[in-house]
C-alpha cells in the first residue's frame, strides 16, 4: 500500500536525523549530546514544575508548553546517539557537505520545527512507518 501524498511531502520537508548530523558535525558530538540531553531534561522539568506552580490558564498552557518542547528533543536525542562519530556523521550526509553554508542553512532552518509542539516526534514516527 503506497502512502498518501501528503503524508510523503511531510515525511520529506525534514530529516531529523540529518539535523543531528549537520549539528555534530558543526558542533561536535559531545556538544550536541549535552544540547539534547538539557533540552529534553530541563525543559520537562521546567515544564512539570511550571504546572505544579501554575494557578492561571497562561501557566498551564506555559508548562504543557515546555513539556512538549522536552518531547521534541527525544528523537533528536535518539539520533545523535545513533550516530555516535564523525564518520557516520560524514556517511549520514553523504555530498550534502560538498557545500557547508547551504547544508547548515537548509538544516538551520528546519530546526524551527522543534518549536512547534510534538512535532518532532510525529515526524520521526511518519518517517518510520
Given at each position: 500500500?503506497?502512502a498518501?501524498?501528503d503524508?510523503?511531502?511531510?515525511?520529506?520537508?525534514?530529516?531529523?536525523?540529518?539535523?543531528?548530523?549537520?549539528?555534530?558535525v558543526f558542533?561536535?558530538?559531545?556538544?550536541?549530546?549535552?544540547?539534547?540531553?538539557?533540552?529534553?531534561?530541563?525543559?520537562v522539568?521546567?515544564?512539570?514544575?511550571?504546572?505544579?506552580?501554575?494557578?492561571s490558564?497562561?501557566q498551564?498552557?506555559l508548562?504543557?508548553y515546555?513539556?512538549?518542547?522536552?518531547?521534541n528533543?527525544?528523537?533528536?536525542?535518539?539520533?545523535?546517539?545513533?550516530?555516535?562519530?564523525k564518520?557516520a556523521t560524514?556517511?549520514e550526509?553523504?555530498?550534502?557537505?560538498?557545500?557547508?553554508?547551504?547544508?547548515?542553512?537548509?538544516?538551520?532552518?528546519?530546526?524551527?520545527?522543534?518549536?512547534?509542539?510534538?512535532?518532532?516526534?510525529?515526524?520521526?514516527?511518519?518517517?518510520h512507518?
Amino acid at each position: 500500500m503506497q502512502a498518501r501524498p501528503d503524508i510523503e511531502n511531510f515525511r520529506s520537508m525534514s530529516n531529523l536525523r540529518k539535523l543531528a548530523a549537520i549539528d555534530i558535525v558543526f558542533l561536535g558530538y559531545k556538544f550536541v549530546i549535552a544540547e539534547y540531553a538539557v533540552g529534553v531534561f530541563f525543559s520537562v522539568a521546567l515544564g512539570v514544575f511550571v504546572l505544579y506552580r501554575g494557578h492561571s490558564f497562561w501557566q498551564i498552557v506555559l508548562g504543557i508548553y515546555l513539556i512538549s518542547l522536552g518531547i521534541n528533543y527525544i528523537p533528536m536525542l535518539a539520533y545523535t546517539l545513533s550516530i555516535a562519530n564523525k564518520e557516520a556523521t560524514q556517511a549520514e550526509l553523504g555530498s550534502e557537505l560538498s557545500d557547508k553554508a547551504a547544508a547548515m542553512s537548509k538544516y538551520r532552518r528546519q530546526s524551527l520545527l522543534l518549536f512547534i509542539p510534538l512535532a518532532a516526534p510525529i515526524l520521526a514516527i511518519l518517517r518510520h512507518q
